[in-house]
């Protein structure tokens, strides 16, 4: 039970035993109250706290660099990939222990947290820029919440509201366009599979044969390629961006005729998409040659081949221009277009939940409630009433 002591005016003291640990008696004392009920109020949330489990300890007390890097080093890095490891480092060592590393990590509160942020917002970051430094600062304090190190989570923050620009896609008429326009080339394979799966770049430049089964028609995701921006190497891993990027999906049978045709041309490598050379591919090179593939069909340049009296245009046409990854909300929208289950749609691209997949795709969302009218009219056709039974 805690004790209480007046020791002047406006200092009170507060004794709060807390039992044994390892045969050694634990307990908080502290003063500075102005009340008697304020040290009262401090008791009962220390004791409500231990009995959540929650213990101040020496570990607690350490200074939050210490602790982010030990976080970081024995166990961020095994659960994430080589790239993301470089932004979670570059987050912390320019931003996060700058600011908040001579803190201790019990000390740290939400209006510490909150003036870090709007630091961040008023010397120029980016909102989405300072969403990602916050997100690692939360990942690393739910870790320290999660082992009783602290009691609450100070990242509970008013933040600069992101507005997420729409996604870029294509649609069927321009799928049908491009397919045709580079059918003889190295860019046809890659991008065909894209189209059907949806698949993040470096997983289906990681994809190999091993992971389609012809008989149930289904692909299992369960590599990547990635391109080392330290080491400046192509890294083949099996470390996804989430757990949830471990995935299987089926197949429709036009792509998996295609990949029969093609898997008896292959060459002695397991690997199903191949760069020009026939090795593993590098998705930069895949993503750039797809992006100057596309810029041979912009409106600036068919106006040039316009005023060559000798070009033939019937094979060229504007066609937006779109990332690699844009192909891969191809995919979705055009499932989601045609009906397909959002939770399908989500567990095909390997979101981490369903309102990851709502939030991207929101306003293809929108989009479809235009159509809910006409959907209606078809499921119930109008038959207009007998004369003899109005």
């Not at 890659?190 to 059907?196: N, V």
């Not at 309102?355 to 959907?375: F, I, P």
């Amino acid at each position: 039970m805690a004790s209480y002591k007046q020791l002047s005016k406006y200092n009170w003291k507060v004794d709060i035993p807390l039992g044994y640990e390892n045969g050694k008696r634990k307990r908080i004392i502290k003063q500075g109250f102005k009340t008697k009920k304020d040290a009262e109020k401090f008791a009962t949330e220390t004791l409500a706290q231990k009995n959540r489990g929650y213990v101040a300890s020496t570990e607690s007390n350490v200074l939050f660099k210490d602790f982010i890097n030990k976080w970081f080093n024995e166990y961020k890095v095994n659960t994430i990939s080589t790239n993301t490891i470089t932004n979670y480092r570059s987050r912390i060592d320019t931003h996060i222990i700058p600011q908040l590393g001579h803190y201790r990590l019990n000390k740290i509160t939400n209006m510490i947290v909150q003036d870090f942020y709007n630091r961040l917002i008023n010397e120029g970051s980016k909102a989405s820029s300072a969403k990602k430094i916050m997100e690692t600062l939360n990942n690393c304090l739910k870790y320290a919440q999660k082992n009783k190190l602290i009691y609450n989570l100070p990242t509970d923050i008013e933040r600069v509201k992101i507005e997420k620009p729409k996604v870029e896609f294509w649609s069927k008429d321009e799928i049908d366009f491009f397919l045709n326009a580079i059918k003889d080339t190295y860019l046809y394979t890659p991008i065909l599979i894209e189209l059907f799966t949806g698949l993040r770049i470096g997983e289906l430049c990681g994809l190999r044969w091993c992971n389609i089964n012809f008989k149930t028609k289904y692909l299992t995701v369960t590599h990547q390629v990635i391109y080392d921006r330290n080491t400046k190497e192509l890294i083949f891993t099996d470390k996804l961006k989430t757990p949830t990027s471990y995935r299987k999906m089926s197949l429709p049978e036009i792509l998996i005729d295609y990949l029969k045709d093609i898997k008896g041309d292959a060459l002695k490598t397991d690997f199903v998409v191949l760069s020009r050379e026939g090795s593993m591919c590098n998705p930069r090179n895949l993503s750039m040659n797809f992006t100057g593939e596309i810029s041979k069909y912009k409106d600036s340049i068919i106006d040039k081949l316009k005023l060559d009296s000798n070009k033939d245009l019937e094979n060229y046409r504007q066609l937006k221009q779109i990332t690699f990854h844009a192909l891969r909300h191809t995919h979705a929208t055009l499932l989601i277009f045609n009906g397909e289950n959002i939770k399908v749609v989500s567990e095909r691209l390997g979101h981490k939940n369903i309102s990851e997949t709502l939030d991207t795709y929101t306003h293809v969302m929108d989009d479809m409630r235009d159509n809910t009218a006409a959907l209606l009219d078809n499921i119930f056709k109008y038959k207009p009433l007998d004369d003899n039974k109005k």
